[in-house]
C-alpha cells in the first residue's frame, strides 16, 4: 500500500510538471512565409501569436533583425493588434521560429 500511495505521489507531481511545460498549444513549422491572423500581440516581449490560415499557431519573439512592415513602410510594434491580419517569413532554428520579416496586410 506504501509503494501505491509513494507512485501515486510521483505520478501527480510529474503531472503537474509536465502540465507547467505545455507550450501552449504553439506550433513549429518548417522556414518560409505563412499568412494568417494575429491571435496575440505581447508589447513587453515583442512576442506575437500569428493562428495561420492553416490554423497553426506561430509563437514569434521579435529579434533585432526582425522587420516590421506595413504598405512598404516600417512600423512600430504597437500596429500589431489581435486580428491584425499578417504575412509571417519564419526561419526555423531548432525547435523555436525566429520572425525574419512581419508583414501587416491590411
Known sequence: MKN????????????????????????????????????????????????????????????DATTLTHNGETVPFDHLKEGTRVEVQVEKVGQRLDPVAVRILE
Open 4 to 63: 501505491l500511495k509513494s507512485w501515486l505521489a510521483m505520478f501527480a507531481m510529474l503531472t503537474v510538471f509536465m502540465y507547467g511545460c505545455d507550450s501552449g498549444g504553439t506550433d513549429v513549422v518548417e522556414s518560409g512565409t505563412y499568412q494568417g491572423s494575429v491571435k496575440k500581440a505581447v508589447p513587453e516581449k515583442t512576442e506575437i501569436y500569428v493562428q495561420t490560415d492553416d490554423n497553426k499557431t506561430l509563437e514569434l519573439y521579435f529579434t
